[in-house]
T-cell receptor, first 114, second 113 residues
Framework: DTEVTQTPKHLVMGMTNKKSLKCEQH?????MYWYKQKAKKPPELMFV???????INESVPSRFSPECPNSSLLNLHLHALQPEDSALYLC?????????????FGAGSRLTVL | DAKTTQPPSMDCAEGRAANLPCNHS???????VYWYRQIHSQGPQYIIH???NNETNEMASLIITEDRKSSTLILPHATLRDTAVYYC??????????????FGAGTILRVKS
């Protein structure tokens, strides 16, 4: 298995809803990432988990809450989002956490906040 | 990590080689050059990376100048499926603080029949 699987592919939520994005990989990778991508812009790093511990938080608002229950799973919990949070959310994984590692990306979850 | 400069867009005829330039004039000796691409509505895909020497794999070739201040990604026989945004990224290989892969604006490559 050489894939990163993200669910759901599409999500529409209201500003008062609580929802979660899920990411899964079975490549034995020990680092996992969340990126946010707005239309016609490059992906922006949000969080990095290394060996199930949060190692990088790029000053992301607390309405986004990451969770790494085990080395294969990465969740992004969403609460009280704003319409400007509508974007493509990309998950990625890599074998290790050093800069020499190549990232494998999922296809993304497209979020619309009404 | 060193900053990169890429042209905003390029066109290429189908079947011809696509040569995508990247300038990284402030690159340090311990920084690698990575290339990823993103086809519309998909996640980014790793293509190739290198330090000093030219590299080739099944997807592309990477030519790095001797002074390492610039590089060129070569897709030898571009197809319509190679239409994508191509990102050149420079980063330190042994980065203890985590794998902070930062994307720039990239180059939109349009392959035309």
């Amino acid at each position: 298995d050489t894939e990163v699987t993200q669910t759901p592919k599409h999500l529409v939520m209201g500003m008062t809803n609580k929802k979660s994005l899920k990411c899964e990989q079975h490549m034995g990778h020990r680092a996992m990432y969340w990126y946010k991508q707005k239309a016609k812009k490059p992906p922006e790093l949000m969080f990095v988990y290394s060996y199930e511990k949060l190692s990088i938080n790029e000053s992301v608002p607390s309405r986004f809450s990451p969770e790494c229950p085990n080395s294969s799973l990465l969740n992004l919990h969403l609460h009280a989002l704003q319409p400007e949070d509508s974007a493509l959310y990309l998950c990625a994984s890599s074998r290790g956490s050093s800069g020499a590692n190549v990232l494998t990306f999922g296809a993304g979850s497209r979020l619309t906040v009404l | 990590d060193a900053k990169t400069t890429q042209p905003p867009s390029m066109d290429c005829a189908e079947g011809r080689a696509a040569n995508l330039p990247c300038n990284h004039s402030t690159i340090s000796g311990n920084e690698y050059v990575y290339w990823y691409r993103q086809i519309h509505s998909q996640g980014p895909q790793y293509i190739i990376h290198g330090l000093k020497n030219n590299e080739t794999n099944e997807m592309a070739s990477l030519i790095i100048t001797e002074d390492r201040k610039s590089s060129t990604l070569i897709l030898p026989h571009a197809t319509l499926r190679d239409t994508a945004v191509y990102y050149c990224i420079v980063r330190v290989a042994a980065q203890a603080s985590g794998n902070k892969l930062v994307f720039g604006a990239g180059t939109i490559l349009r392959v035309k029949s």
